[in-house]
């Protein structure tokens, strides 16, 4: 666990989702690697897949692109991908803790969907 640049694999929170805020560098975002992800029985490509799904239903929800959503996210998809409840709990409230520490409140765009 730890920033990209040092763990590669999976940014816990999607980092496509924070894209051009002022706080945000992909490279020191939060992530687990991809050996961890093996060692706690995650599946990256079905955690991506799930990623994906998720935001589109987001998007097309109208609901507000906030932080509370993305974490919902964050969540749902590390459990669907294999980890525990409260592995993926945990390594969720690290990421957030991360992002606020690092000044990053709010999502700039909701990964995956394009409005017309």
Partial sequence: MGEYRHTGGHHVHAKKAFEGHINYDPKKGFSISNELMAKIGVQHKVVTIAQQ????????????NTMKEHTRIAVEVLIKGGATKEKARSLVATSLNDLRNKGVRVPTDIPWFKTK
């Fill in 53 to 64: 799904k998720l935001f589109r239903e987001l998007g097309k929800s109208g609901k507000p």
